[in-house]
């Protein structure tokens, strides 16, 4: 069972259920838990948009359920506004380097199906299945962990920074001017710019 699975359901993904217990089910680490939870609760969390002196988000309001949004209406009125895409740190993210926060999903997907691939090998070598008898399963899982790593520090993590995403800052060192450093290089950022 893959999170995107676990967590709409009531009872693995409810509150109560730690994130270790989740981890040891599917197969994962804790931190890794806990940072698909972080996303699936931000994904099923819609900001307000401009009503803010509202502070009832629980329920639809009827009257307004088929009502055009405020900013829909005559030329005078502002544009829409995007949703804001956050970083891992919370900081926004610069129009520039919005689709490639947005697409982080795809890397965590690989990372779920690399951990669904594991776990399925793993129980076939434990029920003894003729089919994966020369599988050396600490050699897959060493290969299988390198991979994990590889995908995990690959994905963008924070706006650099030192350049805070500047597109044009080819020559910034720290995330050589791709304006985005992934979870290891962040942690090595000086603590005085995080």
């Not at 838990?33 to 009827?62: A, F």
């Given at each position: ?64 359920k088929d009502s055009k949004p405020k900013n829909e209406g005559s030329a005078g009125d502002e544009p829409e506004k995007k949703e804001k895409i ?81 597109v044009n800052n080819e020559n910034c060192r720290a995330c050589s001017g791709h304006g985005w450093v992934n979870e290891d290089a962040y942690m ?7």
């Amino acid at each position: 069972m893959l999170l995107e699975e676990i967590f709409p359901d009531p009872e693995w993904g409810s509150p109560e259920m730690t994130d270790e217990a989740l981890a040891v089910h599917v197969g994962i680490s804790r931190r890794a838990v806990s940072l698909y939870r972080e996303d699936y609760e931000r994904s099923i969390k819609r900001p307000p948009t401009s009503d803010k002196g509202n502070t009832s988000h629980t329920g639809t309001n009827e009257s307004t359920k088929d009502s055009k949004p405020k900013n829909e209406g005559s030329a005078g009125d502002e544009p829409e506004k995007k949703e804001k895409i956050l970083d891992s740190t919370g900081m926004e993210v610069p129009e520039n380097l919005r689709e490639v926060f947005s697409r982080v999903p795809e890397i965590k997907e690989h990372i779920a199906t690399i951990n669904q691939m594991f776990k399925t090998i793993r129980e076939a070598v434990a029920n003894n299945d003729e089919l994966y008898a020369h599988c050396n399963i600490d050699s897959l899982k060493r290969d299988i962990g390198n991979l994990r790593r590889n995908l995990r520090f690959a994905k963008p993590y924070s706006v650099c920074k030192y350049c805070g995403g500047d597109v044009n800052n080819e020559n910034c060192r720290a995330c050589s001017g791709h304006g985005w450093v992934n979870e290891d290089a962040y942690m090595t950022t000086a603590e005085d710019l995080k």
